[in-house]
């Protein structure tokens, strides 16, 4: 059985006390959009107390920036292409890798949570019975939500539900705020959370969307639905503080991928997959108020749970966690750079949202090392986002993709702003991410990074090869015949083509689906 960890517990010592974990994760956030990154028009009081009185990591990375892809990495320290059928989103989760959270509960800790989980996906044990990921769910408090759009779940409430069931034991707990996917209720930002659109200064809009009121106001919704997340956060660190547990409680705040808006959710681009990321544990962390330049990545998560808990890794070498535990920066008095070797991370995807004919996937492998980006498109003559009919799905229904997606038929420089967003991709791709965070600048073809384009090419096809990446290995197509989530072979392509009813929901409004045949020029273009 190819499970990643056994769970044989070392004896607690009496002057030992395992850390309770809250593993805070917000739905479709890009690093720079909280107050302790500098952003001034998203209001993130709590996250910031975080990251003051504990760590502010500013180069944490997801390997693959989509929901069910990335929380697969999270919660087994693998990276999606060493995850079958969990590479993908909307997947079937193997039932031969473990989670962190089943472990945990294993070794003597309460686990939970509220909202989210590892989602989407369908998870089953051997047996075929229904497998739950994060062990016990927590959602029957209900609460009515400031628009109909944000959850209903009172998250605060059941934690405290949660806190009830711990009887004395340490505890590992989920957040999963379901905010700020989309969709969002126009104008609530304006309307209901006191903004105004000049609050989103020019440079904060990237240079890849139109700057117009309706981006601006979009903006501001997604605002207000991660203050909403922040708000829930604070409810829970006041429960933990009037119970006695927050000094000894290892409190983790990320996402799971960039923002909901084109060329960043779904992509592998700087603001797809830079994500924030604080924690805070006032018994357990050194010199709080620390800046942590290292490269973290997602798969560091599971690792460094299992090692606060004492949990002894398996020695047969197939069951191996891919990623580090992070357990030496907490002990460090450093700020910057704690451990040199710690400079990239790896980054990918396969299939994502479907709507490809056969519904293909778009295979990307990358590679950040310090302030560099070097990307391999696998398959350039595909679609990056999805496919002009379906609604390229793999970006999510928004104000602002109607917009750029009304410019394909533009004569004029505007034209740009559905290439930038939807057009096809060379086969590779470097930027310079010091100088060029929006990745628009392609240096590909400079002679003077030669060097730099053979060094991270080979750095990161070999570390793909340790790592058994079938993409790499000639056996990358395997990842566009995994069963979906249903665990049936479902062409969804095919389903759009027929104008099924019950899809794009969610996904694409009316006006994101266009006629094939008026994009000729659009057909032909690639970004350069």
């Known amino acids: 059985m190819f499970a990643f960890y056994a769970f044989k517990q070392k004896r607690e010592k009496a002057e030992q006390k395992r850390p309770n974990i809250l593993f805070a994760i917000m739905d479709d956030v890009t690093y720079q959009h909280l107050g302790a990154y500098g952003c001034s028009w998203v209001k993130t009081p709590n996250f910031d107390r975080i990251a003051k009185n504990g760590l502010l990591f500013k180069n944490a990375y997801t390997p693959n920036a989509k929901c069910a892809p990335s929380r697969s990495c999270i919660v087994t320290g693998r990276n999606s292409w060493q995850l079958e059928e969990a590479a993908n989103h909307w997947s079937y989760f193997p039932a031969k890798f473990r989670s962190f959270a089943e472990v945990l509960a294993e070794n003597g800790y309460q686990v939970g949570f509220t909202g989210k989980g590892v989602s989407p996906v369908v998870a089953k044990n051997t047996d075929g019975s229904p497998r739950q990921m994060l062990v016990n769910a927590f959602n029957k408090i209900t609460t009515v939500p400031p628009t109909p759009q944000i959850s209903n779940v009172d998250y605060a409430a059941n934690f405290t539900e949660f806190l009830k069931s711990t009887k004395g034991k340490p505890f590992f707990f989920w957040y999963g705020g379901l905010e700020p996917h989309r969709s969002y209720e126009y104008g609530s930002g304006l309307n209901k959370g006191g903004k105004k659109l000049s609050d989103v200064p020019d440079t904060d809009i990237y240079p890849f969307w139109p700057k117009a009121d309706s981006v601006r106001t979009d903006l501001l919704d997604y605002a207000f639905e991660i203050e909403y997340f922040d708000k829930q956060l604070g409810k829970m660190l006041k ?11 290892l409190i983790v705040v990320t996402s799971d991928n960039g923002m909901p808006f084109p060329r960043v959710k779904g992509q592998e681009y700087e603001y797809s997959n830079h994500l924030p990321l604080a924690m805070m544990w006032a018994d357990g962390i050194k010199h709080p108020g620390r800046k942590i330049d290292d490269y973290i990545s997602f798969i560091d998560f599971a690792p460094t749970f299992l090692q606060l808990a004492d949990v002894r890794k398996d020695k047969n070498p197939m ?89 394909v038929y533009a004569t004029d420089d505007r034209f740009k702003y559905w290439l930038w967003n939807f057009g096809k991709r060379p086969d590779e791709e470097l930027y310079d991410i010091a100088r060029d965070p929006q990745c628009m600048n392609n240096l590909i073809h400079q002679s003077k990074y030669l060097a730099t384009i053979k060094r991270l090419r080979t750095k990161m096809l070999a570390k793909l090869t340790e790592q058994h990446d079938p993409r790499v290995l000639g056996e990358g197509d395997i990842f566009d015949h995994y069963r979906y989530s249903d665990t049936k072979s479902v062409n969804f392509y095919e389903r759009y083509m027929a104008k099924d009813p019950t899809l794009g929901k969610g996904w694409v409004n009316k006006t994101d689906f266009q006629d094939i045949s008026k994009l000729p020029n659009a057909l032909k273009s690639r970004n350069k």
Not at 239 to 249: H, K, Y
Not at 339 to 364: C, Q
Not at 370 to 394: A, C
């Open 239 to 249: 429960q933990l503080e009037e119970n006695g547990q927050l000094s000894n409680t």
């Open 319 to 407: 069951a191996a966690i891919t990623g580090k535990s992070l357990v030496d920066i907490f002990s460090s008095d450093q700020s910057g750079i704690i451990a040199k070797d710690r400079n990239f991370v790896l980054v990918g995807k396969e299939r994502h949202d479907v709507g490809r004919p056969n519904d293909e996937g778009y295979p990307i492998r990358g590679i950040f090392e310090e302030h560099m980006l070097f990307l391999k498109n696998f398959k350039p003559d595909r679609w990056p986002s999805g496919d002009p009919i379906t609604g390229y799905l793999n970006t999510d229904g928004s104000p602002t993709k109607t917009l750029c997606l009304n410019n």
